[in-house]
């Protein structure tokens, strides 16, 4: 199977493309003129903004992974720019040149509202109010009527393989109630659930993704040496950025890594 990866580069993809390389598949990578990547790859130089250059990077694939998203930046225009018109010009790419092909992309657990009354669930009505979650909702919805065969994968935080992402962390969260916990996942259980969602066993589907324990702030940042304000105030939003995975684990779907304290204790966080 030849599997295009956009966003190749990134927190997810860098990670992601050797596993998917060691498990067998034929990796071709997306990637901006002056980036690079392991020679096993076969790297296409594009940009999800300039339709003319995805033509060759689509052409033939067997399936397509599109983890490449703007995220922290105050820039929405570059947001709603990169994540939508960007995954507009590459469905219109796969339509052309690789019609039969999955595609698969990655969104996120923000698209839950703050006040869902019960962890993020997959058929709950969302509506964000912020550019990033608002920009992939809106992509979503342009894939799921792109007539293509699709699947959704929501991550939630994603840690893990010495990324630093962790323990960047405090320094996002300073001002948010720490006890307010939020559903996570390790690099090793993203490319698990990749590997099922290529071998369709999400087709046609929006998938929450997370590990077994949702943990608070004041425990993530605790355990990159980082102390937070401790407070006893009720918390307004518990179940905000705390997903549902029982579908995920009806279709196959069981973290490897169950636990940030588990990825801590083996050294892989």
């Not at 010495?162 to 300073?174: M, N, R, Y």
């Not at 066993?201 to 605790?222: K, W």
């Not at 029982?246 to 279709?251: I, M, T």
Request: charged share 20%.
């Amino acid at each position: 199977m030849s599997v295009l990866i956009t966003g190749a580069t990134g927190l997810v993809g860098e990670r992601l493309l050797p596993r998917l390389v060691e498990t067998g598949y034929a990796c071709r990578a997306l990637l901006r003129a002056g980036k690079s990547c392991p020679e096993e790859i076969d790297a296409v130089t594009g940009d999800i903004l300039d339709p003319s250059t995805l033509a060759n990077a689509a052409q033939g694939v067997s399936a397509i992974v599109h983890l490449a998203a703007v995220f922290r930046t105050q820039d929405t225009d570059l947001i709603w720019k990169s994540n939508l018109d960007g995954t507009r010009n590459l469905i219109a790419a796969v339509k052309t040149h690789a019609p039969d092909a999955r595609f698969i992309m990655s969104s996120t657990s923000h698209v839950y509202n703050k006040d869902n009354p019960h962890p993020g669930r997959e058929d709950d009505p969302v509506d964000p109010q912020h550019a990033y979650p608002a920009s992939k909702v809106a992509a979503e919805k342009e894939l799921r009527e792109s007539g293509l065969n699709w699947s959704i994968l929501r991550f939630p935080f994603v840690y893990g393989d010495g990324d630093g992402h962790l323990q960047s962390l405090p320094k996002h969260v300073s001002t948010w109630h720490p006890a307010q916990r939020m559903s996570t996942i390790h690099h090793r259980d993203i490319a698990q659930a990749i590997t099922l969602a290529l071998k369709g066993d999400f087709d046609r589907r929006i998938v929450n993704l997370a590990d077994e324990a949702p943990s608070s702030i004041y425990e993530l940042a605790g355990m990159v040496g980082k102390r937070l304000d401790s407070s006893c105030e009720p918390l307004s939003n518990p179940w905000y950025l705390h997903v549902d995975t029982s579908l995920a684990r009806s279709l196959g779907f069981h973290p490897s890594i169950r636990t940030v304290y588990q990825a801590w204790q083996e050294g892989i966080s």
